[in-house]
Nanobody
Framework: QVQLVESGGGLVQAGGSLRLSCAAS????????IGWFRQAPGKEREFVAA????????FYADSVKGRFTISRDNAKNTVYLQMNSLKPEDTARYFC???????????????????????WGQGTQVTVSS
């Protein structure tokens, strides 16, 4: 199993920045992908970004390209999501997830499916005020 703990959320004004962290523990050696998703009240869970654990190849949703950056520190078993130029529509609970199986394909379409992931964290709230 893999345990995931998110941190770094909070309240920020539009245009501001936050850095989220996803600390992984357990069988991280079998992790292929770490993804970030978000869910606002009354909405479906939405893909934000993902990164391959070994090579660090990033994938992004169109809505965050150019504003968010995903990175990982393998030594710390931690994945980061740097969020800049935040907008009120970025307000949501952010979750990280781990995929322990080899993906069918290394494409954004595959990475963006919640069904690709095996373990999920509890999430951290991000609120962007206008």
């Amino acid at each position: 199993q893999v345990q995931l703990v998110e941190s770094g959320g909070g309240l920020v004004q539009a245009g501001g920045s936050l850095r989220l962290s996803c600390a992984a523990s357990g069988r991280t050696g079998r992790t292929y992908i770490i993804g970030w998703f978000r869910q606002a009240p009354g909405k479906e869970r939405e893909f934000v970004a993902a990164i391959t654990w070994s090579a660090g190849r990033p994938f992004y949703a169109d809505s965050v390209k150019g504003r968010f950056t995903i990175s990982r520190d393998n030594a710390k078993n931690t994945v980061y999501l740097q969020m800049n130029s935040l907008k009120p529509e970025d307000t949501a609970r952010y979750f990280c997830a781990a995929d322990l199986g080899l993906p069918e394909s290394f494409t954004t379409a595959t990475m963006s499916s919640p069904y690709e992931y095996d373990y999920w964290g509890q999430g951290t709230q991000v609120t962007v005020s206008s």
